[in-house]
Nanobody, 118 residues
Framework: QVQLVESGGGLVQPGGSLRLSCVVSRNIFAIYTMGWYRQAPGKQRELVAAITNGGRTNYADSVKGRFTISRDNAKNTVYLQMSSLKPEDTAVYYC????????????WGQGTQVTVSS
């Protein structure tokens, strides 16, 4: 059983920063692409950022220049550093492990709430 456990969410003022972490319980980390998604109330879940096992990154246009995704393969952990946060970044953030083979399983964390408000 693969588990993804997120942490680091919370309440922050506009312009502030937060760092999310996601620890993967099994050693799939080295070959999976890791991603962060978010879902705001009444909206569809959307990709925020992703990083391949080779370190190639991809960002949603709305977060480029403000968010940074990184991974520590030795710790089976992926991070999302969020800066210059805006109220529209408020959402539940989910960690995702995307397999290199379509037939393999994809995994999701339980989500962590990020609220940007004054």
């Amino acid at each position: 059983q693969v588990q993804l456990v997120e942490s680091g969410g919370g309440l922050v003022q506009p312009g502030g920063s937060l760092r999310l972490s996601c620890v993967v319980s099994r050693n799939i980390f080295a070959i999976y692409t890791m991603g962060w998604y978010r879902q705001a109330p009444g909206k569809q879940r959307e990709l925020v950022a992703a990083i391949t096992n080779g370190g190639r990154t991809n960002y949603a246009d709305s977060v480029k220049g403000r968010f940074t995704i990184s991974r520590d393969n030795a710790k089976n952990t992926v991070y999302l550093q969020m800066s210059s946060l805006k109220p529209e970044d408020t959402a539940v953030y989910y960690c995702n492990a995307d397999p290199p083979v379509l037939a393999w399983s994809s995994y999701w964390g339980q989500g962590t709430q990020v609220t940007v408000s004054s």
